[in-house]
């Protein structure tokens, strides 16, 4: 159990999970709008994520020099080679692709410094979050037909409204000055704001040519993981169950 402990933990820790998570978004993009896969893309994607979100997790201690880099090996040699992974994929994406991918890069390099606006927070990163799960994949079609714009618009509501959780566990090792959403309004509160959200997000899908019954089973999920979010909840309540909703959300797309 304890080897099992320290494989899911660096899973975790490596940011596996959420670039899994963050892959599943892009293939729900590709099956709902029935679009030819592209595989530079979602692999730019999964190991992009992978470097981004240990640059944010991480950027911090190795400034105040924190960081053990012979401790954390293995994390540094995984984000390294994935470092060259997204490169390698990179230069096969057409040049409008890249100036995207560079400009949300661009975003994340300097989400650290933004991150003290905490009540924008939630809102900046689910934006680079729908920008590159929704529009990038689209980027190449000529024209954006309603439903491209209907599934946009879900992203946004639906990945604000995953974020819940983390605005409420980290709540407790925020700072006070950052102003989140549960430090403003309150747990209670920030909670109904998030399963609100899913109204709108369910209420579009009634709107689109297909209508998918997954986006239904998503948004209830979702809200039974706000509702029972609480502050003694443990890391793995957001970081692996909560995480785990867009990888459900691909299955279900997929065999429903």
Same mark, same amino acid.
């Given at each position: ?7 899911? /933990? ?11 998570? #963050? ?25 992009? !994520? ?51 991918? #560079? ?42 037909? /309603? ?14 409204? &995953? ?9 407790? !090792? ?29 209420? &579009? ?11 239904? #089973? ?15 909840? /443990?890391?793995?309540? !957001? ?16 065999? !429903?």
């Amino acid at each position: 159990m304890r080897i099992l402990k320290a494989i899911v /933990d660096f899973y975790i820790q490596a940011s596996l999970h959420v670039a899994l998570a #963050i892959y599943s978004l892009v293939r729900i993009t590709e099956l709902s709008l029935q679009l030819t896969p592209e595989f530079p893309i979602a692999n730019v994607v999964f190991f992009g !994520t992978i470097v981004g979100y240990n640059f944010l997790k991480y950027f911090e201690s190795f400034q105040q020099g924190n960081f053990d880099i012979n401790k954390n090996r293995y994390l540094v040699g995984l984000t390294f080679l994935s470092l060259i992974a997204s490169i390698f994929y990179f230069l096969q994406l057409n040049n409008a692709t890249q100036i995207y991918f #560079i400009k949300i890069g661009l975003i994340v390099a300097i989400y650290p410094f933004l991150r003290k606006f905490g009540f924008w927070k939630l809102f900046l990163v689910s934006f680079c979050v729908t920008a590159i799960t929704a529009y990038v994949p689209i980027i190449s079609h000529v024209s954006i037909s /309603d439903d491209i714009k209907i599934v946009i618009m879900q992203r946004f509501l639906i990945v604000i409204s &995953l974020m819940i959780p983390f605005e409420i566990l980290d709540s407790q !090792t925020d700072d006070n000055l950052m102003k989140t959403l549960p430090q403003r309004f309150g747990i209670f509160k920030t909670k109904v704001f998030g399963i609100v959200l899913l109204f709108p997000f369910v209420l &579009l899908e009634l709107f689109k040519e297909k209508i998918e019954i997954s986006s239904f #089973i998503i948004a209830l999920v979702t809200a039974v993981f706000i509702g029972f979010t609480t502050l003694k909840r /443990d890391n793995y309540y !957001t970081s692996f169950w909560v995480e785990s909703v867009p990888i459900l959300w691909c299955f279900v797309l997929i065999y !429903t």
